[in-house]
């Protein structure tokens, strides 16, 4: 009865592991081959195999040295001690060679799984990270792999039947745990995923006084990842104490044929050898069932790990026969033909066959609502996500044709969010290493920098903390413009790069993109109308079509999108300072 219960909860939760991968793969809207992985049986598992087999006859000969030497009464005890310690020694080398072996083979598989795991993640597309929860990143690099085989060949004939019925228990609870251990591999994910983003809006929880609510949250995750852990420990012991039910069996089995054997029939060494080895058997038996089975059930660790290393990658960093001249790109010219954009195969169109040219020097200034395409568009000149038909020409070159590496060398990009990374300010500057004291010093003066950083004790080996949290946002985004004015690439985007910071940084940025980069081609997406009212041209989306391209000049001339999103920008602030004057001197205006 509890058997068949037991059945219909694994069965339950494989068919809710089964109907959630799949709910997981379809929103990603494509399918994932999986390669089931199990143990290894090439070198590693021959050298090992051969290894505890020389060790189970090495024990077997000392065993059986020691039982049958106690029945010689003239035998010393020198002489005893001595022939067992012979055949002993060579054991203890075994040993010792196949915990080499094991340890060595298992790094290796390893460093290779991690290797491959790494470089798959590394050369993911940007789709994957949007799509993919870190916590489900991190979840998948545990991994446990290790057998190991022992037999008592004493009882042998004895113990057949017991280890057929073990062999059946074992089965039986392998179809199940194998699938508990699927599930809780995926509650994991959502309690890592938890923690990181709580961690990354811990300001504003705390601001909102949501701590408790956070917490409980957290709490309700780790108890239903907890019960799928106790649900595979209770799993384990109810496999093991039929296991050691039956082995119970074989110890009273071996005894009762002992005792009932005739007088003499077997030497006295030999019946308490037999008994030993019978008692022994079930700690043994229990000792390599968890293993085996611990074995068999995290290994589909390696499994999910294998997932990830076969998700879709990124185009080749180089092309060898498609690489540009060192002095690409000349202009800076920009040519959008029919561009159509879609992030998954059967996805509707995100931009809808836009077609239009930004001239070399120009700035160019890109506006429109929220879901207009903006972003983008930025992402396709990056290549962040691939063109489904169309064309992106920068100085006549189809950026598709190239390698990654060679084009996104060539670009630069303050992005709305900067990134800043754990060490030095010379290293978040200057990470490859490319230009002298002199040439960053210079950046840092022209981006505003210079003093802050000659204040410091280190200078420009000051310490970074990670994302950049010991320095402000309007610092933060002026590093990035230290790294853009070092490149000197003809080609620069602003991504809504000022609207997370005051006022005073963003004229700061302004005033210098104005000035350093008079030659230069600035695509500025903008998030604030004003930023791009001064721009050469300016590119109206809405809903990944383009509305408008022209002269903002022109545009607020005539009743234009562009003259609407000014006018409505413009009409809000007028009502935010209403608002907020009105709720600091609400007297005066109850008066008017």
């Not at 065993?63 to 005890?77: D, F, H, N, R, V």
């Not at 957290?218 to 649900?231: E, G, R, S, T």
């Not at 000792?287 to 660790?301: A, K, V």
Request: proline residues 4%; aromatic residues 10%.
């Amino acid at each position: 009865m509890a058997g068949t219960a037991f059945e219909q909860l694994m069965n339950a939760h494989k068919d809710s592991i089964t109907a959630l991968e799949a709910s997981n793969y379809q929103s990603q809207g494509k399918s994932l081959t999986v390669d089931t992985v199990r143990p290894d049986e090439s070198n590693m598992s021959y050298t090992i195999n051969k290894t505890v087999k020389e060790i189970f006859l090495q024990r077997a000969a000392a065993t059986y040295w020691l039982a049958y030497a106690i029945q010689i009464p003239k035998l010393s005890s020198g002489i005893l001690i001595g022939v067992y310690a012979l055949i002993s020694t060579p054991s203890a080398a075994f040993v010792y060679l196949r915990c080499f072996f094991t340890a060595h083979m298992g790094l290796k598989a390893s460093k290779s799984f991690f290797s491959g795991f790494t470089d798959a993640i590394f050369k993911a597309p940007m789709l994957f990270f949007d799509s993919t929860p870190v916590g489900r990143i991190l979840t998948r690099l545990v991994a446990t792999v290790g057998i190991m085989a022992s037999v008592t060949w004493q009882v042998v004939i004895v113990a057949i039947l017991a280890l057929a019925g073990s062999k059946y228990v074992q089965d039986y609870y392998l179809a199940s745990a194998r699938e508990l251990i699927r599930i809780n591999g995926t509650t994991k994910a959502p309690v890592m995923n938890y923690a990181a983003e709580t961690s990354l809006g811990v300001v504003t929880i705390r601001a909102f006084k949501m701590v408790d609510r956070f917490y409980q949250n957290y709490l309700k995750l780790v108890d239903k990842d907890a019960v799928l852990f106790f649900h595979s420990n209770g799993a384990l012991e109810w496999l093991v104490m039929r296991i050691e039910a039956l082995q119970n069996v074989t110890l009273l089995t071996a005894s009762l044929l002992l005792v009932l054997l005739p007088k003499g029939a077997v030497a006295p060494g030999l019946v308490g050898l037999s008994l030993s080895q019978a008692l022994s058997l079930n700690t043994v038996q229990v000792f390599l069932t968890r293993w085996y089975c611990n074995l068999s059930n995290y290994i589909i660790s390696i499994e999910r790990i294998k997932q990830f290393t076969h998700i879709p990658q990124e185009p080749a960093a180089i092309v060898e026969d498609k690489r540009p001249a060192s002095s690409w790109p000349f202009k800076g010219r920009i040519e959008l033909k029919e561009l159509k954009i879609r992030y998954r195969p059967n996805a509707p169109l995100v931009l809808k066959g836009i077609s239009c040219t930004f001239k070399q020097g120009t700035r160019v200034g890109v506006v429109g609502r929220t879901g207009s395409g903006k972003t983008t568009l930025v992402s396709a000149l990056f290549r962040l996500v691939e063109p489904a038909s169309g064309q992106i020409l920068i100085d006549g070159l189809d950026i598709c044709s190239i390698g990654l590496k060679d084009l996104r060398m060539k670009l630069s990009i303050i992005p709305q969010e900067p990134t800043l990374f754990r060490g030095s300010v010379r290293t978040n500057l200057d990470p490859l290493g490319l230009y002298s004291d002199h040439e960053i010093w210079e950046a840092l003066e022209k981006c505003q920098l210079k003093a802050t950083i000659r204040g410091l004790p280190n200078q420009l080996d000051s310490s970074v903390c990670d994302e950049g949290e010991n320095w402000s946002a309007g610092q933060r985004q002026l590093f990035c413009l230290g790294r853009v004015l070092l490149r000197r690439n003809r080609i620069l985007v602003l991504d809504e790069a000022t609207a997370s910071i005051d006022a005073a940084t963003d004229a700061i940025l302004q005033r210098i993109i104005r000035q350093q980069f008079l030659e230069c081609t600035v695509i500025t997406v903008a998030h604030r109308v004003p930023t791009v009212i001064d721009s050469d041209m300016v590119m109206v989306l809405s809903y990944g079509k383009l509305l408008e391209y022209d002269k903002p000049s022109r545009l607020m001339e005539i009743n234009s999108s562009f003259s609407e999103l000014v006018a409505e920008y413009w009409s809000t602030c007028r009502r935010n300072s209403y608002n907020n004057f009105a709720a600091e001197f609400p007297d005066i205006v109850n008066q008017s």
